[in-house]
């Protein structure tokens, strides 16, 4: 087995339960990091559920993401140009950027659209867009460089949330985001694989070094970026700022009530 990111020699790291039923061994590249599983040939029984039961921090993170993603495209993008959500499960982030006055529609090929309907991928007129964003994503890729590519097919800058290993021994029994319960993340990233990615797809890496992170073909400040990463700051300039564009809701009422007719 080779590397799915750099394809230089990976080694077992650690074999584990994984949907507590069965035995899978972990591996870590010896050259980037990044650390990926056997072939997942348990991937489809993890999926019954699109959105696993364990994920109760969902509509927090959405909301958490959807003021910190406001500012940096506010900072370092277009805003009056299109976006997209990437694998946007339910689509609360699209309706949350919507209501902060982003033009954002949805792609997700798994999981119903129940809180942004009509804005999806095949709504939108055009196929490349200024900004895609994929939160809570990269983790579950089980061919992260060629699914990366078709993120890039939408836009030349991914805005992207995965959390990065925090040590070097990792292993179930103290980092929870392995979540072998889950059988979903089969993907797991050191910012030495980041890196190596951005290398290779040609894009410049942008990091908080924890969390979030953006490939871009742009050159940006990466001070301001992590300071609009921070938590603490992200609230005060959303409380600060939070008005700055004027919502959709109006203008999606409108819309929606002509589709319905």
Known sequence: MKCKICNHDVGVLFKTKVLNKYDVEYFKCTHCSFIQTENPYWIDESYSSAITQLDIGLANRNYDLAKKTSLIINTFFNKKANFIDFAGGYGLLVRLMRDNGFNFFRQDKYCDNLFAKHFDITDASIQKFELATAFEVFEHLANPMQEIDEILSYSNS????????????????????????????????????????????????????????????????????????????????????????????????????????
């Open 158 to 261: 991914i805005l992207f949330s995965t959390v990065l290993q925090p040590s070097e021994n990792v292993n179930p029994s103290n980092w929870w985001y392995i979540s072998p319960e889950i059988g979903q993340h089969i993907a797991l990233y050191h910012y030495d694989s980041l890196k190596i990615i951005a290398d290779l797809k040609g894009l410049n890496l942008y990091s908080d070094g924890k969390y979030l992170h953006l490939l871009t073909k742009n050159k940006i400040n990466s001070t301001l970026f992590r300071f609009l990463c921070h938590n603490k700051i992200a609230n005060f300039l959303s409380f600060l700022f939070g008005k700055k564009n004027n919502a959709l809701v109006e203008q999606d009422y409108q819309y929606l009530k002509n589709k319905i007719k």
